[in-house]
């Protein structure tokens, strides 16, 4: 069982930023790729990000790449979303997600394939 925090969201004006930490607990973190999606409402889950076990490989969605950058700290257990240049169309709850996958391929982009997810944080940006 992985247990995942979500943090650092709020309200941010169109062109600002904004970092979001998820905060893992429970398992080996570094066994899992972690992934950002994001939900706006009305509006299926999203893939935003994705990295691989040590932070080597990373994958982004086109509406974020150049914007957004993301990263982790094992010896923390936190994964972190960086989100720069935010656009009211970023306006969502972010979930970051533990995926125990043994291979890097292009379903770290799919929701389905995470096992563990947290309770998300709102992000909210103003135009």
């Known amino acids: 069982q992985v247990q995942l925090v979500e943090s650092g969201g709020g309200l941010v004006q169109a062109g600002g930023s904004l970092r979001l930490s998820c905060a893992a607990s429970?398992?080996?973190?570094?066994?899992?790729?972690m992934g950002w999606f994001r939900q706006a409402p009305g509006k299926e889950r999203e893939f935003v990000a994705a990295?691989?076990?040590?932070?080597?490989?990373?994958s982004y969605a086109d509406s974020v790449k150049g914007r957004f950058t993301i990263s982790r700290d094992n010896a923390k257990n936190t994964v972190y979303l960086q989100m720069n240049s935010l656009k009211p169309e970023d306006t969502a709850v972010y979930y970051c997600?533990?995926?125990?996958?043994?291979?890097?391929?292009?379903?770290?982009?799919?929701?389905?394939?995470?096992?563990?997810w947290g309770q998300g944080t709102q992000v909210t940006v103003s135009s």
């Open positions: 997600a533990a995926d125990l996958r043994s291979n890097w391929s292009s379903r770290v982009r799919v929701s389905d394939e995470y096992d563990y």
């Open positions: 429970g398992r080996t973190f570094s066994n899992y790729v």
């Open positions: 990295i691989s076990w040590s932070g080597g490989s990373t």
